[in-house]
């Protein structure tokens, strides 16, 4: 499955929890990291300047899930 199947998937937590996935309820993920822009960074060229997100994608079903960087 591409750029997937070159890490291994790992058990995560959110909140102290163990993460199943949405659709297959699977407990291992990829995880990545993707771009938060809207179409004004895209229409100035500053999306490099956009948050950041992080996104677990369930080794089972592929299902991306997303989570947006916590303020601390």
Not at 3 to 18: A, H, Q, R, T, Y
Not at 19 to 42: D, E, I, P, W, Y
Request: aromatic fraction near 10%; hydrophobic fraction near 35%; glycine fraction near 8%.
């Amino acid at each position: 499955m591409g750029i997937l199947s070159k890490d291994e998937p790992e058990p995560l937590e959110v909140n102290g929890k163990p993460l199943r996935c949405v659709v297959c309820q699977n407990g291992t993920f990829h995880l990545r990291s993707a771009q938060l822009h809207g179409k004004m960074a895209t229409f100035f060229k500053v999306e490099w300047a956009s948050p950041t997100c992080t996104c677990v994608i369930c080794s089972g079903c592929g299902y991306v899930h997303w989570f947006l960087p916590t303020s601390e």
